[in-house]
């Protein structure tokens, strides 16, 4: 009786981890190596819905504008397995990259997951065209904050330089959300002169992975924009 008792309660235990919608990623990391600056990579990962119900895929969200993506389709059958295929473009990257592709589904214990695409980029080394008037350079154009508490105020100073040969003016800071402040150390730049513009992202009433970018305007003549781009994975208060 005492063993019958527990292989009944194997069984239900096998059969509540089944019931309803179960996402699955085969493999959940690719790292591409060492490519060329300028080269861009394909990968295709696969999602497959071990569940006994309909998985549905609410959305799919990179943590940089450098990655695209295409979603084969959004509901899973039982049993069925559909590809996503990524994209990363390498263009003015260079170093060791992480990206990240955030999926929501209905999965109830699993609502959000996580793939990952690594390698690292190696600089061209094409002579450089000699710079004529103002010409601003950050040091870094992303920022991930990571795992922060919905609520928190997240901080963060990306810096530059004004590595042209005549003034540089930030003629306009513009975020993409309310949530995100932007100030400029300085909007008048001497040549050669450094500066930084500090950001605060405001978590409350936010959830999930978050991705914000930050516009600059300036007088460059050949290239007067720049967008920055800072990411967070939000937990929701409890309660």
């Known amino acids: 009786m005492r063993t019958l008792f527990f292989i009944l309660a194997g069984s239900l235990c096998i059969y509540a981890q089944i019931f309803g919608q179960k996402i699955y990623l085969p493999n959940d990391s690719f790292d591409f190596g ?3 600056q300028g080269e861009i990579v394909k990968h295709t ?27 084969q389709k959004k509901e899973v059958l039982q049993g069925e397995s559909i590809n996503l295929k990524v994209e990363f473009n390498s263009m003015d990257k260079v170093g060791a990259q992480t990206k990240y592709i955030s999926i ?10 996580r793939l990952t695409m690594k390698g690292t980029v190696l600089e061209e080394m094409a002579p450089k065209a000699e710079i004529v008037g103002p010409k601003i350079e950050f040091a870094e154009t992303e920022h ?6 919905e609520g928190t105020i997240l901080e963060y100073q990306f810096s530059f330089k004004n590595i042209g040969t005549s003034g540089l003016e930030i003629k306009n800071i513009q975020t993409s959300c309310g949530c995100t402040a ?14 930084t ?28 924009v720049k967008v920055l781009t800072i990411a967070a994975d939000i937990q929701k208060k409890e309660g």
Not at 61 to 70: L, P, W
């Open 144 to 149: 991930n904050f990571g795992s922060a508490k």
């Open 104 to 113: 929501a589904s209905n999965d109830k214990e699993n609502p959000q997951t």
């Open 34 to 36: 060492t490519i060329k």
């Open 182 to 195: 932007a100030m400029a150390s300085s909007k008048l730049l001497k040549p050669g002169e450094k500066g």
């Open 45 to 71: 990962f696969q999602i497959v819905n071990k569940g006994d119900d309909t998985l549905k895929i609410s959305s799919v969200i990179t943590s940089c504008g450098c990655t695209a993506f295409d979603l």
């Open 197 to 224: 513009i500090k950001i605060k992202f405001d978590t409350a009433n936010r959830s999930g992975h978050t991705t914000r970018t930050i516009t600059i305007t300036t007088n460059e003549r050949a290239d007067g």
